[in-house]
């Protein structure tokens, strides 16, 4: 129930009550159940009240007068505010969950991102609101005013919208799965159309709502659809009143409906940042094994343009069409993340594998300098590797037959595995895979690591000619010499 001080300041007036809430911003009026007799608010006018963070829910406000309030993050949930006065007020990111406003007064109103989810808005005026990214998730929209007004990004699936002013209205990416458009009024009444770009209509009733005029870019409807009976004279493909269809003219009764009712067995695919066929690839054959009896096939692929490909589906009539294009949406999305991944850290892979090469380049210039310098160093190293040390030009003739021998067979070990993996592997990949082979094999191990400590590991890098080899040689060396 409501906190009975915060009621008795609301009764004081909302230039006290205003003033209170300037001083406690920390405070979250409680307002739940309220009535406005309770509050003594009948016919109230608490116009540019501040009400912010307010627990409205269950709260009855009827008739009251809240223009230009700022009920921002309020929680008006199961409120009752039928009749009431809301034009212009700041309803952003509100809970109006479940909350009644048949015949409310909206135009013009701040609702972006509010909650309205199973709201009863029938009958209200909504004209010009603005509703971007407002979940009106099975709302009862039936009746209601939303000429003009901004539903980006909205989701409306399952909304009840029959007979629903929308001409003129911008539901560009807006979500209208199973929504009931069934006599809405679509229409382009101003200069200004009602906008359905990238909008998201699977399984919606369009049945008898005007769509002259609308905007139909890259829309996402299915064979679930209804476009029976809509009434259509010419719409178009692209924003800004371009790409007209009929060209001239207006399309015949039924027209429309039959160019653009999708094909019972056809699934539409739309991907708004440009397609990545591994991605694809593989969420569409992991589909296909799990409807494995829908016989989905690629129809179709079309670039708009933009960075928007359409893929279109074929499947059998009675597959499951939604699960199968939720489940290839999904997978794409999924591996697409795991894509993404594996390049981040197969980039780490390389810059570390690069810094260790650098290091021991390094390594080897000092000593170079240093045999250079001083010729008891110079022989001193010399012994210790093996007598190489005074040819780290790699030529082959310095080296005794045998170390020949097993310098090149290392190196053709190395290039023959690093050649199979660039077969299946992006080039960023294959220094990581080398280095996991070449780990799990101790015997392809032992010849590598031999072969260095014969001839040096500048001598395997030469004879590699693959732009991951020298990584991958700089990777074994620096095994054996981290032991």
Not at 16 to 44: C, H, V, Y
Not at 119 to 132: I, Q, T, Y
Not at 173 to 187: E, F, M, T
Not at 213 to 225: L, M, P, R, V
């Amino acid at each position: 129930m409501a906190n009975p001080e915060h009621l008795e300041r609301l009764k004081a007036g909302f230039w006290g009550w205003d003033e209170w809430r300037a001083r406690n911003p920390e405070i979250k009026p409680d307002l739940s159940g309220a009535t406005i007799w309770q509050a003594n608010l009948s016919d109230a006018n608490l116009s540019d009240a501040d009400l912010s963070d307010a627990d409205l829910s269950s709260a009855d406000l009827r008739d009251t007068d809240l223009r230009g309030a700022d009920l921002s993050r309020a929680n008006l949930s199961y409120a009752n505010l039928i009749i009431a006065d809301l034009s212009n007020a700041n309803l952003n990111n509100a809970c109006l969950s479940d909350a009644n406003l048949i015949n409310a007064i909206l135009n013009c109103a701040d609702l972006n991102c509010a909650d309205l989810s199973r709201a009863e808005l029938n009958m209200a005026d909504l004209r010009r609101a603005e509703l971007n990214g407002a979940n009106l998730s099975d709302a009862n929209l039936s009746g209601a005013e939303l000429r003009c007004a901004n539903l980006i990004n909205a989701i409306l699936n399952g909304a009840n919208l029959r007979r629903a002013d929308l001409s003129d209205a911008n539901l560009i990416n807006a979500i209208l799965n199973g929504a009931d458009l069934n006599g809405a009024d679509l229409s382009s009444a101003e200069l200004n159309m009602a906008d359905l770009s990238g909008a998201q209509a699977l399984g919606a009733n369009f049945q008898g709502a005007t769509l002259t005029g609308a905007c139909i870019k890259d829309w996402n409807i299915n064979s679930e659809t209804n476009l029976e009976g809509v009434v259509c004279e010419y719409i178009y493909l692209k924003r800004n009143q371009q790409e007209r269809r009929p060209l001239t003219g207006t399309f015949k009764p039924g027209e429309f409906t039959k160019l653009y009712q999708q094909s019972r067995d056809t699934i539409d695919l739309i991907f708004r940042e440009g397609l990545d066929w591994r991605a694809f690839a593989h969420s569409f054959k992991q589909v296909q094994v799990e409807h494995a009896g829908a016989q989905i096939e690629v129809e179709s692929i079309e670039n708009k343009g933009d960075g928007v490909v359409i893929v279109k589906l074929r499947s059998a009539l009675d597959a499951d069409q939604p699960q199968i294009h939720a489940g290839i949406m999904q997978g794409y999305k999924t591996r697409i993340k795991d894509l993404e991944g594996q390049v981040e850290r197969g980039t780490q892979t390389i810059n570390r594998l690069f810094e260790s090469h650098n290091r021991l380049i390094e390594s080897q210039e000092a000593m170079v300098k240093a045999m250079a310098e001083n010729p008891k160093v110079k022989q001193e190293i010399g012994t210790v590797y093996g007598g190489v040390a005074g040819n780290v030009e790699g030529d082959m003739n310095v080296y005794t037959p045998e170390q020949q021998k097993t310098l090149a067979e290392a190196a053709q070990e190395i290039q023959a595995l690093l050649e199979q993996l660039s077969e299946t592997y992006p080039l960023t990949e294959v220094p990581a895979k080398a280095e996991a082979q070449i780990k799990s094999n101790p015997q392809l191990r032992g010849r590598i690591v031999g072969a260095i400590k014969s001839a040096g590991k500048k001598a395997v890098e030469k004879l590699v000619e693959h732009p991951a080899g020298a990584i991958v040689v700089a990777a074994v060396d620096g095994w054996e010499k981290g032991k």
